[in-house]
């Protein structure tokens, strides 16, 4: 055989057997399936840059995927992702630890009396005013001493007796307010007077007050007969202050107690000495409204 027919036969068989491993080559490429196209909804504002970063293939891969004239996009409109992987979704966070909210003390009911803030026409002087000075731990019950008291308006005796207090009136000095902290009415109110955290002006000297909580009964009880009504409501406000303060029914005083007077009367006396040696037939159902602050 010619030699350049030997060499035309030659080049033809390399030539085969590249087109051969050619072939094989693309065989085995194709036998790994390609990634399924992905589609994106557009979202309102959403780029086609943030698209692309999402699913990690390029804004070039993109437009042409999806034959787009322009890199604007619209909500609603969807895009096919060619060869991308969907995002991955954020992790769900962690909630919230659930913290109970502290619990609020009640409020204390201070629907039995009539708060000084409702009627007083004038605000206490504070400047003359003294501390409790503890837990109170007797009580001392008065009468207002005037007939006629009864017979005026509660709210109108109650100025009246505030005003005359505040100026001294028959007193060694003026007073920060009405010395009396509780104030019952013939018809039954009750009103506050000096509020309990400040130490009252009524039984005598500044020892005697001290830790004693005055209630007047408005009315000369050294002639006339306590109401019913106002004999009830003092037996319910001594069992609300002795069950609050844990005050025994034997520190329950008239103020004959501390000084030689007729008050609180020849028919209020009886009365007191009956509730401080024997059980109240008062039941109130609350507790004591008025809470005293801690004493520094």
Excluded at 26 to 32: E, I, K, L, T, V
Excluded at 39 to 62: D, L, N, R
Excluded at 175 to 202: K, M, T
Excluded at 265 to 294: D, K, Q
Aim: charged fraction near 15%.
């Amino acid at each position: 055989m010619p030699t350049t027919m030997r060499h035309f036969l030659l080049s033809l068989a390399l030539l085969a057997a590249l087109l051969a491993s050619g072939c094989r080559s693309a065989s085995r490429d194709s036998g790994r399936p390609a990634p399924p196209p992905v589609e994106h909804a557009v979202v309102a504002g959403e780029t086609i840059s943030q698209v692309a970063e999402a699913y990690g293939v390029t804004v070039a891969a993109i437009v042409k995927a999806n034959g787009l004239r322009s890199r604007s996009l619209h909500a609603g409109q969807h895009l096919v992702i060619p060869g991308g992987h969907p995002p991955e979704l954020a992790a769900p966070a962690a909630p919230e630890p659930v913290v109970a909210a502290p619990v609020q003390p009640a409020a204390p009911a201070t629907d039995w009396y009539v708060p000084r803030t409702a009627w007083a026409q004038r605000a206490i002087i504070l400047t003359r005013t003294k501390p409790m000075g503890g837990v109170p731990t007797r009580i001392t019950v008065h009468h207002s001493g005037d007939v006629g008291d009864a017979a005026m308006s509660p709210r109108r005796w109650l100025n009246e007796v505030d005003d005359q207090h505040m100026r001294g009136v028959g007193k060694a000095e003026p007073w920060a307010c009405i010395g009396y902290h509780f104030i019952i009415s013939a018809d039954g109110q009750v009103f506050e007077g000096r509020p309990l955290p400040y130490q009252g002006a009524h039984a005598g000297w500044d020892e005697v007050n001290r830790l004693n909580i005055g209630i007047c009964m408005v009315g000369n009880f050294d002639v006339s007969q306590v109401p019913g009504a106002q004999r009830e409501a003092l037996l319910t406000v001594l069992d609300r202050l002795c069950e609050d303060y844990h005050i025994a029914r034997s520190q329950v005083f008239g103020h004959n107690h501390f000084k030689s007077t007729d008050c609180p009367g020849r028919h209020l006396v009886p009365v007191i000495e009956a509730y401080a040696h024997h059980a109240s037939a008062a039941s109130p159902n609350h507790a004591l409204a008025t809470v005293l602050p801690a004493q520094p």
